[in-house]
Nanobody, 115 residues
């Protein structure tokens, strides 16, 4: 069993930055592919960014060049650095861990981009 706890969400003005963190329990964190998803009101959940163990990150087209996903296996933590935020980035951001048929989710953290 893996527990994921996100932090770092909040209210930010357009053009601003936030860094989300997702801390995972367990001692096999490095095996998991870690991802950040988001869901805006009235919309389906979408993948924002993901990073496999030792692999290259991949991003949704809408965030390429603005967001950066990274992981620190020693700290069992994955990060999402979000720069040049836009109002359309407003959503609940959730952390996900996948390994074979194992699939875990955090509770989510709200990101609101508004002036």
């Amino acid at each position: 069993q893996v527990q994921l706890v996100e932090s770092g969400g909040g209210l930010v003005q357009p053009g601003g930055s936030l860094r989300l963190s997702c801390a995972a329990s367990g001692n096999i964190f490095s095996f998991y592919t870690m991802g950040w998803y988001r869901q805006a009101p009235g919309k389906q959940r979408e993948l924002v960014a993901a990073i496999a163990s030792g692999g290259s990150p991949n991003y949704a087209d809408s965030v390429k060049g603005r967001f950066t996903i990274s992981r620190d296996n020693a700290k069992n933590t994955v990060y999402l650095q979000m720069n040049s935020l836009k109002p359309e980035d407003t959503a609940v951001y959730s952390c996900n861990a996948k390994w074979y048929d194992l699939d875990y989710w955090g509770q989510g953290t709200q990101v609101t981009v508004s002036s």
